[in-house]
């Protein structure tokens, strides 16, 4: 689905990323593992258009997508989830999960003159599409709070949401484990596999959580100093005395 050839990115005379390539493939929940300071939220960074690489490239399903911009990765199906911005937590949180498809009728001008009916209509469905994706989550009996009054947990869950409004092939997770507990972190973790498993998603996860990555992902990829130090599954990468180096280096 996505290769990543040589990538560096850096910071003035940085080098957070430093030449680093891998391959993610369809379907797969791959793990992205590393010690602070890796790289790993550089690269998600480069890949996912937020960030524009210094050299190197980056493909998607055979097609050069280096340096696109998020907008235009969104359409094609490459998502990158974001903490929900502090101006949208007094919204409920079907209206955040309502707001994610661009392009809507009410958008355009000439809709609010001639399209009220269509208007009302998109709207019903956009509602609708929002009330299965709760449910498709556990999460229905909040949709109606504020999206800043919500467990950070649930914040999780609607961000994981976030991605089921529009037609995502790929999800690229930053550490979603961060802060949560640990039945909200199994429910997180359950929605993934479920996603991957019925709808096709293929997911990159950056999890410090062990427990997390070794429930979902295979293949585990694990960065060291702005480059791929080793890949497999995580009883390999724990025994990769590289990887065993750079954890004890840190
Ligand atoms: P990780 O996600 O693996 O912890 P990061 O990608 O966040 O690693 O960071 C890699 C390195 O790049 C860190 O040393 C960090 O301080 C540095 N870095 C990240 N973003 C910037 C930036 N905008 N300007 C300068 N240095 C940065």
Redesign the pocket.
Known sequence: MITVDNLH?H??G?H??DGASLTIEAGSITGLI????????????VIAGV?DPTSGRVTMEGEDITGLPPHELFHKGLLRTFQIAHEFGSMTCRENLMMVPGDQAGERLWDTWFGRKRIAEQERALRAKADEVMEFLTIEHIADERAAQVSGGQKKLLELGRTMMVDAKIVFL?EVGAGVNRTLLYTIADAIKRLNEERGYTFVV?EHDMDFIERLCDPVIC?AE?KVLAEGTLSEIKANEHVIEAYLGT
């Open positions: 990115k910071f003035g940085f957070a990323v590393g010690p602070n300071g890796a790289g790993k939220t550089t690269l998600f960074n960030l930053d950056i960065m702005g």
